[in-house]
């Protein structure tokens, strides 16, 4: 039998989720639809993700844009109903932790179409994040959970969810990580620096405001070492409408290039030092190679790492942590420190099992 399996997605982690498991869609043979929500509508940060992971383009994009979490989230809704209700699809598929998440988890419900969510369960225990809120919702709302970790599955029963809804697939994330470390690419690194930290800047609490991203710039002028920041466009518009570009470019350690694709984001986290990040798919991602990544906010994340020491806690309000992580730093760079790689999440066949799960549910009508 063959079935129409929908992708709602809406950024670049989501993207990248979203490959390894379109590849175990079409090698079934089964029609596949995608729509892009138009979350991330920056160049860099969406078409050249559809091309790069060789993706077919989207069905539609909703074209959501920014805006407030309501705004974007309202946008997404009003707009993706129509659509689902068009295409009539066997199963929809929803990524992550977004507003195009919660967006598409509400919708999708309501309609009474089997709902599947992939990365559920991880949580950082934070009322205020407003990622957690999404997570939430998503995960109570959806049929079936498949949760990169183990840590997550266990967080899911805790809320009382089925146990028989809930299935540890390992991380898709992972997956496309394997994937793109087997091929070759013809990917120029002349203009990156010989050893050089790896950055990423994006989140809400860290950019919530003029005083919070002083003080993550004060933490970066303290750093000696060159840092090679691909820099999130709403990052940059924030930085320039507090009136805080001028020291960026003051400081000479700090090399800022515009968004990469995800080939050369690969390429850039093999060969870094070490990660500074606040993405909770960045911090994941340097497990995979042995590389530290020093998380600049006070936020549960992935525990695992934590507890290995994959990921180290820093807390930009307090001058001991800052010093605690920067002299750590300064040892993983003297004597180039390495760690092993992580395998909290799975084999790299998640996506295999994730498609098996759908085809059996649509199969037994187990929905």
Request: net charge neutral; proline share 4%; hydrophobic share 40%.
């Amino acid at each position: 039998m063959s079935y129409k399996i929908m992708h709602i997605v809406g950024n670049r982690p989501q993207f990248i989720k979203l490959a390894p498991v379109s590849r175990a869609i079409q090698k079934r043979g089964y029609e596949e639809i995608i729509i892009h929500t138009g979350q991330h509508f920056d160049e860099n940060m969406s078409n050249i993700f559809f091309e790069e992971l060789g993706i077919q383009y989207p069905k539609a994009n909703l074209n959501a844009g920014s805006g407030t979490h309501a705004q974007v989230t309202a946008k997404v809704i009003s707009r993706l109903e129509e659509i689902v209700i068009n295409e009539n699809p066997n199963a929809v598929i929803i990524y992550g932790d977004t507003n195009s998440t919660l967006a598409a988890a509400i919708v999708v419900s309501k309609l009474n179409i089997p709902l599947f969510h992939v990365e559920s369960g991880s949580r950082t225990f934070s009322k205020t994040n407003p990622e957690e809120k999404n997570r939430i919702v998503a995960d109570h709302l959806s049929n079936y959970l498949f949760t990169p970790d183990k840590i997550s599955a266990d967080n899911l029963k805790k809320e009382g969810i089925d146990p028989t809804q809930i299935i540890f697939s390992g991380d898709v994330m992972y997956d496309q990580f394997l994937y793109c470390a087997a091929q070759s690419y013809n990917i120029s690194t002349e203009k990156y620096p010989v050893n050089y930290i790896l950055m990423t800047w994006h989140r809400q609490e860290n950019t919530c405001s003029k005083n919070r991203m002083e003080k993550m710039l004060s933490f970066l002028e303290k750093i000696n070492y060159n840092i090679v920041l691909p820099l999130h466009p709403r990052t940059r518009k924030l930085l320039i409408e507090h009136d805080l570009w001028k020291r960026v470019e003051m400081n000479d350690n700090l090399i800022i290039v515009d968004p990469v694709g995800y080939k050369e984001m690969t390429i850039l986290l093999s060969r870094c030092k070490l990660l500074i990040s606040d993405s909770g798919g960045a911090s994941k991602e340097a497990s995979f190679v042995g590389k530290k990544c020093f998380f600049p906010l006070r936020l549960g994340v992935w525990p695992e790492l934590v507890e290995l020491g994959y990921i180290n806690m820093v807390d930009i309000d307090d001058d001991k942590s800052i010093q605690r992580s920067i002299k750590e730093m300064e040892e993983i760079i003297h004597f180039n420190k390495k760690m092993i790689k992580s395998s909290c999440f799975g084999n790299g066949n998640a996506a295999e099992i994730i498609v098996d799960t759908i085809e059996r549910a649509l199969r037994t009508q187990n929905v």
